[in-house]
């Protein structure tokens, strides 16, 4: 009784807005921060409830909205894991949001919490729920933490725990180590990153290493930050940080990952003085990493961009690497072949599906959205997904870690075999086995450049992009458009595919596929083909399609 009491007293004093409809989408709940303090409250429950669940597991909850407007705001939930939120939670979250009422609020929850089963504060001794939460550097977010830290203390017995700002990954990271009994601070997460690195640089053969400068775009964020507080602890990187939110700046304002890939131009803050520099930006919450070069004084504002495909090309190889170095494959040396798989989404440039098949590879897609990517690397002894956009890491398996442990007691210290297997540990430590990680995937990179004493050219070399093109069209209904689980075919409206089909077929290495956002309400359209004019016009035509 007192734990309704309490639910509607606190609903009750953070009243939804009127007409506010929202849904958990692909990445959580976003919009305008003035509207959300009552969806973060509500979001505070349900994490409190997730705990419970789980046992009382440490649940996440991170108050971002990642590469938008500073003026937004968002909320997402992590799991034990460190994984997003389970699927099977969030119709629950669509409706606690957007109850219009604190008694409709309080019933659904009492619904809910019979249906699952979760028994909430009924014996003293019995450990609470326990939610950690984060944000990124939005002014908004510190009273919208204030409202989550309601949400959950709300469900009687429940704590809520500051970490202050974090970004994304950091935060993923950190409720993964704590679940699993392991140092869990920030400190730990710095440190973890800094040993794993160091490891893998003095991996490197014959180490004499040159070390060109790397300029880093913060997005006027938090990844600016944080990588600012460790670089102390890097050794062999020679960083140049910008955009860090201290100059002025607004937060993914003419800056940050998404506007480098979407626009292909350079960000605030870089020009011409940056010619042929290695750059890589950070998206606000810095959960996204892509790299990028100006090529010549004559290049005008326009990059070379490296995105999330050449991230995870130069990724496999370095992996494909090692693995052969161990002899695998069937009958190898070390009697055991490990699965590598690579996961790609239909907006992965086709030039890149091609080089990695070129590499032997298993490459395999999944719906857009990385909880899905995530999903199926997980299936892989070695799962390395990328979104194009910036968006990925590299998944060990716990059974893998194990094997990969257990060869590095047994091989002799200094082989070729021993200095591979310790490599592919030191990975496993520093890349973020939760999500996509911007820092962690940066130092990756760095280490893989001078371990094959490449520059970012010689990187950019390993495939040509494919010209491509992204348009949205506005739609009475975008949900008219249903595709593959795949989303390289649409299945409705009925007819539809045959006539992109037709279009593909006018053009050299044409390819093209259409998606509802699940972000925004439009249809997204992608194409791509041997030219920009054809990339561009192919797109066009299927546009006309939707329309
Ligand atoms: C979200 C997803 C991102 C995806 C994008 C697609 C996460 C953390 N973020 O931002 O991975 O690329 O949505 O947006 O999953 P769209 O559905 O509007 O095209
Ligand atoms: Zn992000």
């Known amino acids: 009784q007192s734990q309704i009491a309490s639910l509607l007293n606190s609903s009750e004093l953070i009243p939804i807005p009127e007409g506010l409809k929202l849904s958990y989408g692909t990445a959580g709940f976003r919009g305008d921060a003035k509207l959300l303090e009552s969806t973060v409250y509500r979001v505070g429950i349900l994490s409190a409830l997730r705990s419970l669940k789980l046992g009382s597991a440490t649940i996440g909850l991170m108050i971002t909205a990642s590469h938008n407007q500073v003026s ?3 909320i997402k939930v992590s799991d034990p894991s460190g994984g997003m939120l389970s699927q099977e939670w969030e119709p629950f979250a669509d ?12 019933s659904l929850i009492r619904e ?13 001794k019995k450990k609470g729920a326990e939610v950690w939460l984060g944000r990124d550097t939005r002014p908004s977010g510190e009273s919208l933490l204030r409202a989550a830290e309601i949400g959950v203390s709300s469900v009687l017995g429940s ?7 974090l970004t994304t990954p950091q935060l993923h990271w950190m409720v993964r180590a704590k679940n699993k009994g392991l140092g869990a601070t920030e ?24 070390i060109s400068k790397l300029l880093v775009d913060g997005a006027n964020g938090v990844g600016g930050q944080k990588i600012e507080e460790m670089r102390g602890s890097l050794s062999n990187l020679d960083l140049e940080i910008r955009n860090t939110g201290r100059e002025g700046g607004v937060l993914n304002e003419g800056v940050g990952a998404d506007f480098v890939q979407k626009e292909k ?30 090529p010549s004084v004559s290049s005008g504002n326009k990059v070379e961009l490296l995105d999330g495909d050449k991230i995870l090309s130069l990724f ?101 075999e021993h200095k591979a297997v310790s490599r592919l540990v030191a990975v496993s430590n520093l890349i973020n086995q ?114």
């Not at 809910?112 to 003293?124: D, H, L, P, T």
């Open 72 to 74: 937004d705001n968002g």
């Open 187 to 210: 400190n730990d997460y710095f440190e973890n990153l800094s040993t794993s690195f160091k490891c893998l640089i003095d991996l490197i053969p014959n180490n004499k290493v040159e």
């Open 434 to 547: 939760a999500v996509g990680d911007a820092l962690s995937g940066l130092l990756l990179v760095e280490v893989i450049l001078q371990h094959m004493g490449w520059s970012v050219e010689k990187w950019n070399e390993l495939y040509e992009d494919l010209p491509s093109r992204q348009i949205k069209v506005e739609v009475p209904d975008r949900t008219a458009v249903v595709t593959t689980s795949e989303e390289t075919e649409a299945l409705k409206p009925l007819g539809i595919q045959d006539g992109i089909n037709a279009e593909i077929e006018k053009y050299t290495r044409g390819r093209a596929f259409i998606r509802p956002s699940g972000t925004e309400d439009v249809v997204r359209v992608y194409a791509e083909a041997s030219t920009q004019e054809d990339a561009d016009s192919l797109a066009n035509s299927v546009a006309q399609l939707v329309k």
């Open 316 to 416: 496999a190889l370095f992996i494909k690497e090692q693995l052969n170095t161990l002899g695998d494959g069937d009958g190898g040396k070390e009697g055991k072949k490990s699965r590598l798989g690579v996961v790609q989404t239909a907006y992965a440039n086709g030039a890149s599906t091609d080089y990695l098949k070129q590499l032997g590879l298993d490459v395999a897609f999944a719906k857009t959205g990385v909880k899905h990517l995530h999903e199926k690397a997980a299936e892989f002894d070695i799962g390395i997904y990328f979104e194009a956009n910036g968006h990925g890491t590299v998944l060990f398996s716990e059974s893998y870690i194990t094997w990969l442990v257990a060869k590095q007691k047994e091989l002799t210290q200094g082989s070729e």
């Open 265 to 294: 131009v350079v960000p605030l803050g870089f020009g011409l003085s940056d010619v042929g520099v290695r750059c890589a930006s950070f998206d606000g919450d810095a959960d996204r990493l892509v790299y990028f070069y100006i």
């Open 159 to 165: 704590v809520a725990i500051d970490m202050g700002i």
């Open 112 to 124: 809910f919490v019979e249906k699952e089963e979760i028994a909430i504060g009924e014996e003293k």
């Open 95 to 106: 409706q606690i949001a957007n109850a219009s009422s604190p008694g409709e609020l309080v």
